[in-house]
């Protein structure tokens, strides 16, 4: 990598990747512009991962001229196959977001009035080490918590580790995955994954529940899911919007949102009474079955039409499905499982589900990871902590943390006071529910500081700002896959980093290094970090710079079969239909069904989701993605909206239980969604003036959320217990 | 001699806009202009209802009006392989394309002001690669190959597949080949 | 049907907008100079020459016919994205191009319509060209006066032919594609020539020749626009929905109706005005009462013709197949 002239005009000619290449950099602009235009100047390209999700697509990134021109899936990656979706080709969008941090910067102004100065690393970071070390002078290390998603976690979590502190949060957790995670554990003793490990590819039935594939678009899942459309597999859907997965189905359950758990149980028990299930591999892998048959006996399909609005016969005909066509049945357990606060036990009946047609480590079901691993490499121990927040308090919390238990013992000193936090790859204030309470603690904090490559709202509230750059100008650590077969996979930089920003390793380490952690940072660069990495691990670094990822061979064992039995991690080493460890919690061994609160008269229930061209609220200033979808709009069913004589395109205002109200946001009059909620996509509203494109586009589900059920089981904070009015507003679209 | 054509098997398309963002990318399409589209229209009312989701694009007429309408003869129909292509050089901007194309497949090049759309990928095909858009689709909607060819994935899906083509009453012969329903009845 | 469309193009979503004002001021232009070409051609022709005599539009007029063509066709260039690249157009024939044919007939007209001016100048006017070659020229086209004259009412059909062709020709924009459309230009064109001429006529008696030709012309204007419409109503779904922002009251096709309106008033009015000039008895000179009423409804016919090719332009981008 020659030094980046892209400072002086980055759009044409920035950081070049080759020796020759730098030298013809220097040639004047248009001379250059007009030989590519000619094909004189080959492409170069370059293997590295996606960042605008978490699937960490495997990219070949093409450039000319030092400017990286179109991001392309990398065939060797499982989980890209030579595609990327929407968001990761719009990824340089991000890379050349006119809006991006460009330096690091400290706060001038009141926290959250947007003033703030430019600074010099050197400066910031002192400032950052010096606060930091003030803190646990006083306070102790764990009065510093962490905020992170995604790959910046590999390099700030250890920073936090070595800093002394336990206390870290992630919103995929609590506010994603935490409780189906949970939920599968009680039940298989292990999760699914991410990526999930489903067989949808080879699958004959395919249930979702809420799961919005096509709109939710993680790449290689939503590649099996249109596989299995090719192959004529059927598909159960059930949600209460007519979804792009729904549109192919052969059943839309169009159910009563918060009722999911009435339904599965319903299908349980017909199951079970018709004999539908797996006897074979209940009796052998599972146990509690019978108290499982006692406990649905009441759940009948009667019943069940009136709780979740779906006919009686459609219940039967959908378990008959499945149960035809087991093992080779789909049930898909969710990824966003956060919904109404009984989210543990929702996913645990589909894992039941699951288990009674057999499918758990079966063709077309779920299958299991590679065993394989790499051999551990030796580091440096990090320092013994005090307790840690993390748990929240609730038995089955998971190391991801429980984010808002760390916001509520920063508002109120409980057990002990927390009064710096670190975030970094999240936008608290979109992803964690109740904006008020989020506020209110960084307001008791001493000391924020944000990582971020973008001046998202909480960057906005941060005391001083770190430019990281972003995903295509950096290395990260390892990627390493536990799919089918292990695989390995390299993030490297395609270009250098444009104006001040700097990748995250470095960013850690110079702070670890202010704060006398350097040992724990004993490399020089982080490609050294890797090199020696794969040396342990015997991976040829060349090849794996060249080819993006490698697959290690015959690591797969992916099915049951006689010489590879399952191996249940449970307390009984067995599928657990019954959990004893739910029983001796205070829990549910067996699910039950609770009912919801329902909306009021004039009252609708607020539900979101995925746009296929947007991730949460971070692609919404990214001018390749903004373009195909600006703004959010909220779903009203047709019929509503003609009684309340409102028209497609008209602006509302949504105004929620506790009187929060968000910003004017179109209607979509649609027949595709039911009477008694609406629906809008997450992420919109940004209220950051930094951000040009996004400003004050759409309207935020986020600030509606301001009540939310805690799943008592893990802590996940159910977020579709919410329900709005609609008011019109005379704004004339 | 190639006969290039498109099959967009409709049932294996998911809106995910992947084809729109790659075309603009590998084409260095204009902000705000598009050389491809996905429509997604549902029939019905809740809760019978039907959803088709379509991705179009310039559809290689045989038959083109675009080509016909062109004073200049920057827009062509290259004989080799069917594609109908511009010389950028040669038009001038008078938009008659645009009137004469039912398919709404062309817009004015902002920076450039050319008459641009879909060239099928032209530069890529030549070095041996699919479409962008084909290349990327997450659904594998979009095929692409040889009609001369039997044993092409166009060629097999075309034999095994009741198909259409778009607005087929204005007599345009697009190459572009949707496939909704399955051959076969279930 | 809910539809939502992800990539569209401004220019073509949700419906066309390529043509503005300046194609349709070029096709009304292109329509009047190739109306008067006629007209002009007629004025020589007609009693041997007899109705011409004395009169300055027998000068004027031959000349104004390149003037407006001129003024047209720098309209059409200002709507040309890529305006250097216009000399493509004559560096190849495109022959299924109305466009095409267009300007080669255009390239044809202007020295047809420039020599036919020539040639009708009066010897005593001759020495305003200036240019003694010119003035020699003129001289000798002189001889060829009906020869030109024939040529030029020719090219002049072929114009006002061409300015419908150029729309009809579009099988994509069905108010457009009706074989009806060039013929009804054709006469809008014509009539808007005669009514121009009445305007710079000088003399009673081709002030009324021509009142009558438009008499006839905007009948036959009036005629052809109900059989369009009759003739789209009766077609395809398409065709059908093409006429409709003409006959739907709503906000969004305000303009349409207006328009429509206004032809509604403005040519019969015309015609009664015209059919009445005709019948009073002027004695030997005009009134200045007599003569306003001319203008006023000579003006009202260029004016029905500009609103044909205003609406017609912006209406045919609303229509679509399908
Ligand atoms: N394009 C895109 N894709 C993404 C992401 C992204 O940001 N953008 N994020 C990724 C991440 S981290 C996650 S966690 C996943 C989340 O994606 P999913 O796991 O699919 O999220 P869900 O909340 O299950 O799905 C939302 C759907 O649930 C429906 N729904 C709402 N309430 C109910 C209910 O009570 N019952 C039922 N049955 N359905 C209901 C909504 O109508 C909507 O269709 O998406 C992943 N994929
Ligand atoms: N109301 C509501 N709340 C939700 C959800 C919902 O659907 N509705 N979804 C939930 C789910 S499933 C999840 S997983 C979470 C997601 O929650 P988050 O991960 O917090 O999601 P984003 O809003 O995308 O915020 C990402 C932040 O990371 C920054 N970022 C992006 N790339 C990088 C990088 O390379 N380095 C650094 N340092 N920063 C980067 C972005 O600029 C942005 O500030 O939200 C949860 N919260
Ligand atoms: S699913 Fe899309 S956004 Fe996510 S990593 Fe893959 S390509 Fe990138
Ligand atoms: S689809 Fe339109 S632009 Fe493409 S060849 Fe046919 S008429 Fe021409
Ligand atoms: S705009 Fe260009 S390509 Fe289109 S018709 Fe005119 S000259 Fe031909
Ligand atoms: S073939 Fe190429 S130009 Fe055409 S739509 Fe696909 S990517 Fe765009
Ligand atoms: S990439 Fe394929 S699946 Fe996605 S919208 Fe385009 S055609 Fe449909
Ligand atoms: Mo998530």
């Known amino acids: ?733 | 001699m190639p006969k290039y054509a498109m099959v967009i098997d409709q049932r294996r398309c998911v809106a995910c806009m992947a084809c729109v963002v790659a075309c603009k990318k590998e084409n260095e399409v204009p902000p705000e202009q598009f050389r491809t589209r996905v429509v997604e229209s549902t029939e019905g009312t809740y809760p019978l209802l039907r959803m088709e989701l379509r991705s179009e694009l310039c559809n290689h007429c045989d038959n083109p009006p675009c080509v016909y309408n062109c004073p200049t003869g920057a827009s062509y129909k290259r004989k080799e392989d069917g594609l109908v292509l511009l010389r950028k050089n040669r038009c001038v901007g008078c938009k008659s394309c645009l009137a004469a194309c039912p398919y709404d497949a062309r817009y004015i090049n902002e920076e450039k002001g050319y008459a641009d759309k879909c060239t099928f990928c032209e530069h890529r095909i030549k070095e041996g690669k699919e479409p962008a858009c084909v290349a990327t689709c997450i659904g594998k909607s979009r095929i692409f190959g040889d009609l001369d060819d039997p044993r092409s994935n166009v060629s097999r899906a075309l034999r095994e597949n009741h198909h259409e083509v778009l607005l087929e009453s204005a007599g345009t012969k697009p190459r572009v080949y949707y496939v909704k329903k399955f051959s076969k009845p279930e | ?322």
């Open chain 1, 1 to 733: 990598m020659t030094k980046s002239i892209s400072r002086r005009s980055f759009l044409k000619i920035s950081g070049a990747t080759t020796v020759g290449l730098s030298v013809a950099a220097t040639l004047p602009d248009k001379f250059l512009l007009w030989a590519e235009e000619q094909g004189m100047v080959k492409p170069t390209y370059t293997a590295t991962l996606c960042e605008i999700c978490f699937w960490k697509c495997g990219v070949m990134a093409k450039s000319l001229n030092g400017r990286v021109v179109k991001l392309e899936g990398n065939p060797n990656h499982p989980g890209a196959r030579g595609r990327l979706c929407a968001r990761g080709n719009g990824g340089t969008g991000l890379l050349y977001d006119p809006d991006r941090l460009r330096s690091p910067m400290i706060r001038t102004g009141a926290r959250g009035d947007g003033q703030y100065r430019k600074a010099s690393w050197d400066e910031a970071l002192n400032l950052v080490a010096e606060k930091l070390a003030a803190i646990k002078k006083q306070h102790g290390p764990e009065s510093v918590a962490l905020f992170t998603h995604g790959t910046p976690t590999d390099h700030f979590l250890p920073l936090l580790s070595a800093f002394g502190s336990p206390n870290v949060g992630m919103p995929s957790f609590a506010q994603c995955r935490g409780p189906r995670d949970v939920g599968l554990e009680l039940t298989f003793g292990e999760t699914i994954g991410s990526p999930e490990r489903l067989d949808m590819a080879n699958s004959k039935v395919i249930v979702l529940l809420g799961s919005h594939l096509g709109e939710n678009m993680h790449n290689s899942q939503v590649q099996d899911f249109t596989e299995a459309i090719g192959k004529g597999a059927k598909f159960i859907v059930v949600d209460p919007r007519f979804s792009i997965a729904a549109g192919k189905a052969a059943h839309w359950l169009p159910i009563r949102p918060a009722t999911d758990m009435a339904l599965v149980l319903t299908w349980i028990n017909v199951i079970i009474a018709e004999g539908l299930y797996d006897r074979d591999y209940i009796g052998r892998y599972a146990e509690g079955f019978a108290e499982l048959a006692k406990a649905v006996e009441k759940y009948t399909p009667e019943w069940a039409e009136k709780e979740t609005d779906i006919p009686a016969a459609q219940i039967l005909e959908t378990a008959r499905l499945m149960g035809k066509n087991a093992p080779s049945v789909c049930i898909h357990p969710g990824r966003h499982a956060t919904w109404y606060g009984d989210d543990v036990q929702r996913t645990r009946s589909l894992g039941i589900l699951m288990a009674l047609l057999g499918s758990w480590g079966r063709p077309g079901g779920a299958f299991f990871a590679t065993n394989a691993s790499f051999p551990k490499m030796e580091a440096k121990p990090f320092p013994e902590s005090r307790e840690t927040l993390n748990g929240g308090g609730f038995p089955f919390a998971g190391a991801e943390g429980v984010t808002q238990a760390i916001r509520s013992s920063t508002i109120d000193g409980k057990p002990y006071p927390i009064k710096a936090w670190i975030v970094t790859g999240t936008n608290l204030m979109k992803s964690i529910p109740n904006q008020k309470e989020t506020l209110e603690a960084i307001n008791k904090l001493d000391f924020l500081v944000a990582v971020d490559v973008m001046p998202f709202d909480t960057v906005m509230l941060a005391d001083v700002i770190l430019p990281e750059c972003s995903y295509l100008e950096r290395h990260d650590a390892l990627a390493v896959g536990k799919g089918k077969s292990l695989t390995v996979s390299l993030r490297q930089p395609v270009i250098e980093p444009r104006y001040e920003s700097k990748p995250g390793w470095w960013i850690a380490k110079e702070l670890g290094t202010r704060l006398g952690l350097a040992e724990y940072f004993p490399w020089k660069t982080y490609e050294d970090k890797i090199k020696s990495q794969c040396q342990h691990w015997g991976v040829d670094y060349e090849q794996l710079k060249k080819l993006g990822t490698i697959t290690i061979a015959d690591t797969a064992a992916p099915f049951i079969t006689a010489s590879n039995p399952p191996v249940f991690k449970t307390k009984s080493g067995k599928i657990e239909l019954y959990s004893g460890e739910l029983k001796e919690k205070g829990f549910d061994p067996v699910p039950q069904y609770t009912q919801h609160q329902r909306p009021k008269g004039g009252e609708f229930r607020l539900i979101y989701g995925r746009h296929a061209v947007h991730t949460f609220s971070r692609t919404t200033n990214n001018p390749e993605l903004h373009e195909l979808c600006p703004e959010n709009v909220v779903w009203v069913n047709a019929g509503i909206a003609k009684e309340m004589g409102l028209a497609d395109g008209n602006y509302v205002t949504l105004v929620n239980q506790d009187g929060a109200r968000s910003n004017p946001i179109k209607a979509k009059v649609t027949e595709r969604i039911r009477e008694d909620c609406v629906y809008m996509i997450h992420g919109f509203g940004t209220k950051s003036k930094a951000l040009k494109k996004a400003f004050q586009k759409g309207a935020d589900d986020q600030g509606l959320v301001t009540r939310y059920a805690v799943d008592p089981i893990c802590g996940g904070t159910g977020m579709r217990v919410n329900f709005v009015r609609i008011n019109k507003e005379f704004i004339d679209a």
């Open chain 3, 1 to 322: 049907m809910e539809l939502t469309i992800t990539g569209a193009n401004a220019m073509t979503s949700p419906h066309l907008h390529v043509w503005d004002w300046r194609v349709s001021l070029y096709l009304f232009l292109g329509g009047l100079s190739a109306g008067l070409a006629i007209m002009t051609s007629i004025l020589h022709v007609r009693k041997g020459g007899k109705l011409a005599e004395g009169d300055r539009a027998a000068i004027t007029a031959p000349i104004y016919v390149p003037v407006i063509l001129t003024i047209g066709m720098l309209f059409i260039f200002m709507d040309l994205e890529r305006k250097l690249n216009v000399f493509w157009f004559y560096l190849t024939v495109q022959p299924l191009s109305p466009m095409s044919w267009g300007s080669w007939g255009l390239l044809v007209f202007y020295p047809v319509s420039i020599l036919f001016a020539l040639a009708t100048l009066p010897a005593p006017n001759r020495r305003y060209l200036l240019i003694p070659a010119l003035i020699r020229w003129s001289e000798k086209l002189q001889r060829f006066k009906l020869q030109l004259a024939a040529l030029n009412f020719g090219m002049g059909i072929f114009i006002g032919v061409y300015t419908g062709v150029l729309l009809s020709s579009f099988v994509a924009r069905p108010l457009w594609n009706s074989a009806i459309l060039p013929v009804l230009f054709l006469t809008s064109a014509m009539s808007a020539g005669a009514a121009f001429m009445i305007m710079i006529a000088q003399q009673k008696k081709a002030k009324l020749f021509f009142t009558k030709v438009d008499i006839w012309l905007v009948l036959a204007e009036m005629v052809m626009l109900p059989l369009f419409f009759y003739g789209q109503y009766t077609s395809s779904g398409a065709h059908r929905e093409s006429i409709m922002p003409f006959f739907t009251f709503n906000h969004d096709y305000f303009w349409y109706g207006i328009g429509m309106l206004l032809l509604l008033i403005v040519l019969p009015i015309a015609l009664v005005m015209k059919y009445l000039e005709v019948h009073e008895d002027h004695g030997e000179e005009l009134t200045p009462v007599a003569l306003m009423k001319m203008n006023v409804s000579a003006l009202m016919v260029l004016a029905g013709g500009l609103i044909i090719r205003l609406s017609f332009v912006y209406a045919g981008q609303l229509s679509h197949l399908s």
